[in-house]
DNA sequence: TTAGTATATAACAATTTGCTTATATATACA
DNA sequence: TGTATATATAAGCAAATTGTTATATACTAA
């Protein structure tokens, strides 16, 4: 058995949440960097309260912790979650995503918001 | 970037496909044996249409295939499809589901039937 | 204190999902 | 050929999902 061996049940509803592009991003971004909501609502095109729900999910989990910065609250992976070393595996196979984040940088979005 | 990556896109619709207890498991057993449609129904209790139709949501993507053996049909993993390695990845993790089919063999329903 | 910004939550609509039952199709065998 | 078995597909339904808009809350700064 893997040290990351998770049960079959977790495994799936742990799948269900990576299985929505939005979220998918969202983690695979944490992974690497904080971030606070409002440059995800720039990045995904969406509406603020569909971010905060999404982040809510993950949140729930335990995949993801809040902090509140001043006026803004950032999201980070939390990588002590029992569930955090299957999310990785999964992580590691996709193309890195931060280009994302660099784009917001040359919009200024980046450094204005956050 | 590894061997496996996969876009992202992509990523999220296998995860998703992943993402339900019943289908994880047809997947994680089917890495391991050929399997018909009966076996399933057996193993997970439900109707032999919702079976059909889990697996009929594996073959779209190319994950299984479907080889007739004169009454039966037999799903088996399709290895060389291309989300095969990023699947793996994830089947790695999960714990040894074989226990089911012997439950199967014990009960003589495994034979009978297929 | 008041206005503005960032975020969360509530309420709702549209869509998707996963099951069921009913039925069609294909094979096996008496 | 006729009947039983194995599977797929269609249709219908309840629950879950994901987005939206409206609103509440919390902090910042004038």
């Known amino acids: 058995m893997l040290k990351t061996a998770i049960d079959l049940d ?10 929505d592009k939005t979220r998918l991003t969202m983690v695979k971004i944490l992974d690497n960097h904080d971030c606070c909501v ?3 609502v720039e990045i995904f095109k969406v ?5 905060s729900q999404h982040l809510r999910k993950l949140k729930d989990v335990g995949l993801v912790k809040e902090e509140r ?5 950032f999201y980070s992976i939390n ?11 999964v992580l590691n196979q996709l193309p890195d995503q931060d280009y994302k984040l660099r784009e917001l940088e040359e919009k200024g979005n980046r450094i204005t918001c956050c």
Do not use: D, V
Not at 10 to 19: E, F, N, P
Not at 79 to 89: A, D, M, V
């Open 38 to 40: 409002c440059e995800f």
């Open 79 to 89: 990588k002590n979650n029992e569930h955090y070393p299957f999310t990785l595996q």
């Open 10 to 19: 977790r495994a799936a509803m742990i799948l269900k949440l990576l299985g």
């Open 47 to 51: 509406s603020q309260p569909s971010i």
């Open 69 to 73: 910065r001043g006026q803004w609250i």
